[in-house]
């Protein structure tokens, strides 16, 4: 296994412990007389928590990497920078999400950079 799959095992381990010791010192879970399906329940809800973080975090990245449209494709003019905020619907659940767009008066369009 590479050096770094290690790593992130070893950090999912950590996180994976740290919630759970969480739960069970919360004063809303009963360890002793819970049943498999709620644990299953719990640990898919922290999954899905976990899975659209990520998501959002690749995605802040990759945004932090994006040049922003400077000139329009259409007529070439110059695009009034912005950054827009929308959220996508991942499969576990909604991911916000930060977009360079340039707006060009002339055309009446927003342009975004492919991702």
Known sequence: MPAIEKRSERLLEEL???LVDEQQ???EVDLDRMRFAVMERLGHEMGKRLS???QAALVRRQHERAEPPAECPECG???RRAIKLREVKGLDGPVPVEEHA???RRCRRTFFPSA
Do not use: F, I, P, Q
């Open 77 to 79: 003019g110059r695009l």
């Open 102 to 104: 340039g707006y060009c």
């Open 52 to 54: 659209t973080r990520v």
């Open 25 to 27: 010192n919360s004063e």
């Open 16 to 18: 994976v412990e740290a």
